[in-house]
């Protein structure tokens, strides 16, 4: 089979080359209810056969503004960023860090003990140890031979 080669027109690259530009504006500037903002806040989780911990990124929010509460397999952080405090006549040059309330629910991946939930709160890492309930912990059992 035999192909042709065609010679592609500077006018066509050109073109090409204003539509990937004009693409790249409207992302850049598109509304921002638009975008999708990322889960505030970021969670890393870890488990074992014992347990399971989680920790939750929340700088520039203080302990007493952090709710954590655990309903059946359910965790839920919630609590509240306070703004930055301006100085009289200091005015915002670039404001990218957000505040106000928030909220992350993670669904467990096995039922915990709550009574011994413990959480603690140091350099604007939370971490939250949750053992894992008795009755739910994997068991050895032992093979009796006849």
């Known amino acids: 089979m035999m192909y042709r080669r065609y010679r592609v027109s500077p006018m066509w690259r050109e073109m090409d080359r204003l539509q990937q530009e004009m693409s790249r504006l409207y992302e850049e500037f598109r509304p921002p209810r638009w975008r999708v903002a990322p889960a505030y806040p970021a969670l890393n989780v870890w488990s074992s056969d014992d347990a399971l911990l989680v920790t939750a990124e929340l700088p520039g929010v203080s302990s007493e503004d952090i709710e954590v ?32 309330k928030f909220s992350r629910t ?41």
Do not use: C, W
Not at 69 to 84: A, C, H, I, N, Q
Not at 111 to 129: C, D, M, R, T, W
């Open 69 to 100: 509460s655990v309903v059946g397999e359910t965790l839920t952080l919630s609590g509240v960023r306070k703004p930055d405090e301006l100085k009289e006549g200091a005015r915002y040059h670039r404001q990218e860090r957000g505040y106000g």
């Open 106 to 146: 993670l669904q467990l991946p096995f039922p915990v003990k709550v009574e011994g939930i413990e959480a603690s709160f140091k350099n604007g890492v939370l971490q939250i140890h949750m053992p894992r309930a008795e009755e739910d912990r994997p068991r050895k059992i032992a093979v009796k031979t006849a």
